[in-house]
């Protein structure tokens, strides 16, 4: 195996690891998400801690699927490479933002909460609920904005793949702004519709390149350099 075939493989199952990890963390933090009373209930929440572990994975797989693929495609645009580097780290401190907030939830919890615990778990409850929002919802129209356009240069992978990324980008971040400002809800009908292109992006990349790689060697390939003006 080839040491590009090593990376466009680690790239691609880093992305799956992101679904892996991501969509079971739902359901493991519903609990504290959705239990107005959640911080006053006895016992223990090993869910919601294993959930938080779970986002922190996520976390650290969307670092490295930029981190492996920075040295390919930073040849077919190295400001947009490193953009998408800084992007994947401000997303990833995002959901780690929104870890820390449901963990310190827990530790009232664990702690004994009264009334005032509890207006301070209302509060950590919608910290987190606005970093999904800016996490692993906005951000991921960015990041397809940014590798999309690289991919679609270097055909790196099939254009069908980056142009859903291009086509989804816009669809989500209107609805994520139109979220922000109260005209729709994150968690409706249009949402789910605006989600599905980028969804598919990464999942299909994800997938490719984990078992098909990159369309070429681009190690031994020349990128097309825009003419001098």
Partial sequence: MTDTRRTALLAGLLYLLTFVASIPA??????????????????????????????????????GTAVVLYPIVR??????????????????????????SLLA????????????????????????????LLGPGL??????????????RSRLVPRLIPVLGLVGAPLQLASVLATMFGVNDQVSVASAIAVVPIFCWELSLGLWLAIRGFADAPAGAAPVLEPAR
Avoid: K, Y
Wanted: net charge neutral; charged share 10%.
């Fill in 26 to 63: 739902l359901p493991l933090l519903a609990p504290v998400l959705n239990d107005p009373l959640f911080v006053q209930s006895p016992g223990p929440a090993p869910g919601v801690v294993a959930g938080g572990l779970l986002d922190l994975i996520n976390a650290a797989a969307c670092v």
């Fill in 75 to 100: 040849r077919w645009g190295a400001a947009g490479a490193l953009g998408f580097v800084t992007s994947r780290v401000l997303e990833a401190a995002i959901i780690a933002l929104g870890v820390i």
């Fill in 105 to 132: 939830v827990v530790t009232l919890r664990s702690a004994g909460a009264g009334d005032a615990e509890l207006a301070v778990a209302h509060a950590l409850v919608a910290v987190r609920d606005q970093t999904f």
């Fill in 139 to 152: 951000m991921p129209a960015v990041n397809a904005l940014l590798l999309g356009r690289l991919m679609f």
